[in-house]
């Protein structure tokens, strides 16, 4: 069994940052990707960065955004500057057996995730 715990989230205003973290358990491997996805309101569970042997982000995030992680610790952070409204969302992280990829069905586990609210 897989067990994920993010953490980090929280108010914050726009320009500002935070760092999210992801501590996995279970059956996870240091070759395993990780990827991070967020989920506003009404809206669909969507991509936000991978890692696995190199970093993938989606558009919307790159230059703002970085992944990173602790194989050692089974972490993986994402750490957010210059924050928008835009941004304000549930944040989980999911690892996979294989290639990072986007779509959110090629995932099997997910935590319960962790608020990031950005006001403007």
């Known amino acids: 069994q897989v067990q994920l715990v993010e953490s980090g989230g929280g108010l914050v205003q726009a320009g500002g940052s935070l760092s999210l973290s992801c501590a996995a358990s279970g059956r996870i491997f240091s070759n395993y990707a990780m990827g991070w996805f967020r989920q506003a309101p009404g809206k669909e569970r969507e991509f936000v960065a991978g890692i696995r042997w190199s970093r993938d982000y989606a558009d919307s995030v790159k230059g703002r955004f970085t992944i990173s992680r602790n194989s050692a610790k089974n972490t993986v952070n994402l750490q957010m500057n210059s924050l928008k409204p835009e941004h304000t969302a549930v944040y989980f992280c999911?690892?996979?057996?294989?290639?990072?990829?986007?779509?959110?069905?090629?995932?099997?586990?997910w935590g319960q995730g962790t608020q990031v609210t950005v006001s403007s």
């Open positions: 999911a690892p996979r057996d294989g290639a990072v990829i986007a779509n959110i069905r090629a995932y099997e586990f």
